[in-house]
């Protein structure tokens, strides 16, 4: 049995005539006929009933033509399938991906690895910068592309200026910024944190020294910062918490991360949630009038049914 059987088989169900189906065909009626005969003695069975009227279906040619319509999608389907990792695998090139230090522990990991086995022939490199910076580099960069979690909390969307307006953002999961404190702390005892509250006590912040940071600008809104410790290390970061060295925010997705890879230190460490609404995005950004490179859009396209897929 071939392909050209069922496509015949199916055109002439839906035309209900061999000239009608003939014509959509492109052939003659005689072959028309003669491709339906041949199915109809390898299955043993006939498939249609003559009339000078046209063709109907018989019961079992109803049975047939679902398994055909069946068949012939999923034949289809693997076509487009093979004709889409020839193409994968002819695609080339590099692709700069600008991210966060949180996203690169909750998202870009994973989907590195899935979007280099899709594309095998693509060089990805990691560029590392926090928020502010990677929204920087897309906003002005028509061809960049970054992962950055934004806040939702539209009172708190002062802290990505003057970029927020110059990108486009792609929400991929949902993630809510918390307090870490040591398990050990007066506060360990609450059930919720305010910001003024967090302000109050000695900040770990996980940034660089002199790094102009997103959340700095949100906690000053709310009274003086005292920084205790400024480190781009989680671990050293979550050592210092533990040790009542100071306080700290970072996201649930992150935290998850780190118990999971650091049990030791980070059961010495609780979450609190903030009494502000202080939930948040992970994003693909890319510049409002983006120019993406064929490597780019595939990331892109790749990155958004990745994580649809992933929310199923």
């Not at 279906?57 to 055909?68: D, F, N, Q, S």
């Not at 695609?91 to 095998?120: C, E």
């Not at 502010?132 to 992962?147: N, Y």
């Not at 118990?259 to 995005?281: G, S, W, Y």
């Amino acid at each position: 049995m071939r392909l050209e059987h069922l496509e015949y088989l199916i055109c002439l169900a839906e035309t209900g005539s061999t000239t009608k189906a003939s014509e959509k065909l492109l052939t003659s009626r005689q072959n028309v006929s003669k491709i339906i005969r041949q199915l109809e003695d390898e299955m043993e069975a006939e498939l249609f009933i003559r009339s000078p009227q046209g063709v109907k279906l018989t019961e079992a040619g109803k049975i047939m033509l679902k398994a055909a319509q069946k068949s012939v999608a999923e034949l289809y389907q693997a076509r487009n399938a093979i004709a889409k990792l020839k193409h994968n695998a002819q695609l080339s090139g590099t692709l700069y991906l600008y991210s966060t230090s949180m996203t690169n522990i909750t998202t870009t990991g994973p989907l590195i690895t899935a979007f280099q086995n899709m594309y095998p022939n693509v060089t990805l490199r990691l560029l590392h910068h926090e928020t502010l910076d990677t929204l920087a580099q897309v906003a002005l960069h028509p061809t960049a592309i970054g992962v950055v979690p934004l806040l939702t909390n539209q009172e708190f969307q002062f802290v990505y200026e003057p970029y927020l307006g110059n990108i486009t953002a792609y929400p991929l999961q949902q993630d809510s910024f918390v307090c870490l404190i040591s398990s050990n702390s007066p506060l360990a005892k609450q059930k919720t944190i305010s910001l003024s509250r967090l302000v109050k006590n000695p900040l770990v912040i996980n940034i660089k020294d002199n790094e102009e940071n997103c959340l700095l600008r949100l906690y000053r809104r709310f009274g003086e910062v005292n920084i205790a410790l400024t480190t781009p290390n989680p671990m050293l970061q979550a050592q210092a918490i533990a040790a009542g060295n100071g306080v700290a925010v970072s996201s649930l997705l992150t935290h998850g991360s780190y118990q999971i890879q650091a049990a030791d230190t980070t059961k010495r460490v609780t979450t609190l949630p903030f009494r502000e609404d202080m939930h948040c995005n992970i994003c693909l950004i890319t510049a409002k009038n983006a120019q993406l490179s064929p490597v780019g859009q595939a990331f892109k396209d790749f990155t958004l049914q990745y994580f649809q897929k992933s929310s199923r």
